[in-house]
C-alpha cells in the first residue's frame, strides 16, 4: 500500500515560478511492507512532476526554505541566527522547545539547517535540522509564537556484513586491516578486556569474526551501523560477545559483558520531586509537554555521579536545561543530568560508575534546585527509575531462549568454511 504524504503548500504568486527549477522536491513515501514497522524514504522527484495549471493565476509553492546552512566548525545557531536577522527571542523560544530533545546542542559541522521564514521575514516559521540522511528534527512556529517540535527517523534498510579477519601484529592493526573504524575496535577491546588480554594472548594467525548490520537508505550508506556478534579464535578458545534485544551485549552463557549500573545518580538516595512522564500535558495550553526524566529534590552543591561507565559526551550551558552533561555508556546508552551548578569532568573524559560528574545546582529554567536524570536508549528517553536492562548482570530467564537461538544464529554466520580458509 502506497499512500503519498505532502505538505500542505501555502499559494504563491506566478512570479515565484522561477524558484521552481531551484530544486527538486522531497516528499516522503510513507509504506509498509510485510509486517515491518511504516517505513519513510525520502523520493526525490523531477521538477516536471509538477506542471502548474495556466489558467490559474496561483499555484502551490514548493517547500523550498528560504535559507539552507551546513554547519561549519565553530558555529553556533546564535551566530547563524545573528547574521540571517533572526530575533533572539526566536532562537530562545527554539531553545525552549528543544528542551525536552536537546538536540540543537548535537549539531556538528556538516550537519544541514534549513530555514523557512514567515511571509513577513520577521520571524522563523520552520527549522529542520539534517543530522544525516536518516535523521531530521522540525520545529514549527505556533500562533502564540513558541514552537512545536517533531523528530523524524528513516529506518531504511539494514544489511548484514560478515566481517573477517586474521592476526598479523596488533589486534588494532589486524582488525582496521580487515575493515574496522578505529570506534568499532575501540568497543570490541572494551567488550571482551576481561575475558582476553588483547596485548599478550593473541598469537599470529589467530582469527576473529564480527557480525555487523549496516544502514542504507536508497542504496546509499547513512554511515549507521552496529555490531551484532563477536568472536575470536584464540590457539582454539573462543571468546565471543552477542548483542542481545535489550542492547546490552552478552557472553555465550548470556552473562553481561557490560558492568551494571547503579539507580541513582547521587551517592545517597533523595527523595524524587518528579516522575518520567513521556505523555504529561501542559494544564493550561493542553500540549504535550512531556517530563523525560526523573527529578530529585536536592541541596545545591550535592555531588552528582554517573550511573555507569562510560565517555562524557557533551558539556553544555544551556537557557532551559542549563549546565548539564551527557554521558555516552555505549552505543546505544546515554544519560543526561541537567540544571548543575559546576561540571568537574570535560567533554571526551572516561568516568566510571559512581565517579564524581558535577555538582547539583539550579541552573536552566527551574523552580528550585534538583537533579533532572534521564536515561535514553538508543536515543529514546527511558524511565530511569524502572529501566531494568542496564542494571542486571545477565539475560533475563524468560528470554534465554531466545538469546540461545539467536547466538546460535550469529555462530552459524561467523563460522568459517574449511575450504575459504586455507591454513
Ligand atoms: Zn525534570
Known amino acids: 500500500?502506497?499512500?503519498?504524504?505532502?505538505?500542505?503548500?501555502?499559494?504563491?504568486?506566478?512570479?515565484?515560478?522561477?524558484?521552481?527549477?531551484?530544486?527538486?522536491?522531497?516528499f516522503f513515501l510513507f509504506f509498509n511492507m510485510h509486517k515491518e514497522p511504516v517505513r519513510i524514504i525520502a523520493l526525490n522527484l523531477p521538477n516536471s512532476a509538477i506542471s502548474p495549471d495556466d489558467n490559474l493565476n496561483v499555484y502551490?509553492?514548493?517547500?523550498?526554505?528560504?535559507?539552507?546552512?551546513?554547519?561549519?566548525?565553530?558555529?553556533?545557531?546564535?551566530q547563524i541566527f545573528s547574521t540571517l536577522d533572526i530575533p533572539y527571542r526566536d532562537l530562545l523560544r527554539i531553545m525552549e522547545a528543544d528542551l525536552n530533545h536537546l538536540r540543537i546542542d548535537t549539531l556538528q559541522p556538516n550537519d544541514v539547517l534549513h530555514i523557512w521564514m514567515d511571509k513577513k521575514g520577521?520571524?522563523?516559521?520552520?527549522?529542520?535540522?539534517?543530522?544525516?540522511?536518516?535523521?531530521?528534527?522540525?520545529?514549527?512556529?505556533?500562533?502564540?509564537?513558541?514552537?512545536?517540535?517533531?523528530?523524524?527517523?528513516?529506518?531504511?534498510?539494514?544489511?548484514?556484513?560478515?566481517?573477517?579477519?586474521?592476526?598479523?601484529?596488533?589486534?588494532?592493526?589486524s582488525a582496521s586491516f580487515a575493515g574496522l573504524s578505529y570506534?568499532?575496535?575501540?568497543?570490541?577491546?572494551?567488550?571482551?578486556?576481561?575475558?582476553?588480554?588483547?596485548?599478550?594472548?593473541?598469537?599470529?594467525?589467530?582469527?576473529?569474526?564480527?557480525?555487523?548490520?549496516?544502514?542504507?537508505?536508497?542504496?546509499?550508506?547513512?554511515?549507521?551501523?552496529?555490531?551484532?556478534?563477536?568472536r575470536i579464535e584464540s590457539r582454539g578458545r573462543y571468546i565471543s560477545a552477542y548483542l542481545h534485544d535489550d542492547g546490552n551485549y552478552y557472553d555465550k552463557?548470556?552473562?553481561?559483558?557490560?558492568?551494571?549500573?547503579?539507580?541513582?545518580?547521587?551517592?545517597?538516595?533523595?527523595?524524587?520531586?518528579?516522575?518520567?512522564?513521556?505523555?504529561?500535558?501542559?494544564?493550561?495550553?493542553?500540549?504535550?509537554?512531556p517530563h523525560n526524566g526523573t527529578d530529585f529534590a536536592v541541596n545545591i552543591g550535592t555531588p552528582v555521579v554517573t550511573t555507569g561507565d562510560g565517555v562524557v559526551l557533551l558539556?553544555?550551558?544551556?537557557?532551559?536545561?542549563?549546565?548539564?552533561?551527557?554521558?555516552?555508556?555505549?552505543?546505544?546508552?546515554?544519560?543526561?543530568?541537567?540544571?548543575?551548578?559546576?561540571?568537574?569532568?570535560?567533554?571526551?573524559?572516561?568516568?566510571?560508575r559512581g565517579q564524581l560528574i558535577a555538582l547539583s545546582g539550579k541552573t536552566g529554567r527551574v523552580t528550585g534546585p534538583h537533579i533532572h536524570y534521564e536515561m535514553l536508549m538508543r536515543d529514546r528517553p527511558v524511565d530511569p527509575m524502572k529501566a531494568y536492562i542496564p542494571m542486571i548482570n545477565e539475560v533475563p530467564k524468560e528470554e534465554m531462549v531466545q538469546f540461545v537461538q539467536s547466538s546460535a544464529a550469529y555462530d552459524v554466520l561467523m563460522n568459517r568454511e574449511e575450504s575459504s580458509n586455507p591454513v
Open 60 to 78: 502551490e509553492r514548493p517547500d523550498i526554505p528560504d535559507y539552507e546552512y551546513k554547519i561549519r566548525p565553530g558555529n553556533s545557531l546564535s
Open 315 to 352: 558539556v553544555k550551558d544551556h537557557p532551559y536545561a542549563g549546565k548539564y552533561l551527557v554521558i555516552a555508556h555505549n552505543k546505544h546508552l546515554k544519560t543526561r543530568y541537567l540544571h548543575n551548578s559546576k561540571i568537574v569532568v570535560r567533554e571526551g573524559q572516561r568516568v566510571r
Open 183 to 230: 570506534n568499532e575496535i575501540e568497543s570490541v577491546t572494551r567488550l571482551l578486556k576481561d575475558k582476553i588480554n588483547f596485548n599478550r594472548d593473541l598469537r599470529v594467525g589467530d582469527k576473529f569474526d564480527l557480525v555487523r548490520i549496516d544502514q542504507y537508505v536508497e542504496g546509499i550508506p547513512s554511515g549507521e551501523n552496529e555490531i551484532q556478534a563477536v
Open 253 to 289: 552463557n548470556g552473562e553481561s559483558l557490560q558492568r551494571a549500573f547503579q539507580r541513582y545518580p547521587t551517592i545517597k538516595k533523595y527523595r524524587i520531586s518528579s516522575h518520567f512522564k513521556p505523555k504529561r500535558k501542559h494544564p493550561v495550553t493542553g500540549r504535550l509537554r
Open 1 to 26: 500500500m502506497y499512500v503519498k504524504k505532502l505538505k500542505a503548500f501555502s499559494k504563491w504568486p506566478q512570479s515565484f515560478l522561477g524558484l521552481m527549477s531551484l530544486s527538486l522536491f522531497t
Open 122 to 173: 520577521k520571524h522563523l516559521e520552520r527549522l529542520e535540522l539534517e543530522f544525516s540522511i536518516t535523521s531530521k528534527v522540525k520545529y514549527i512556529r505556533l500562533e502564540d509564537g513558541s514552537y512545536h517540535i517533531e523528530e523524524f527517523s528513516i529506518p531504511g534498510d539494514w544489511i548484514k556484513t560478515i566481517i573477517r579477519g586474521e592476526i598479523k601484529g596488533t589486534f588494532s592493526e
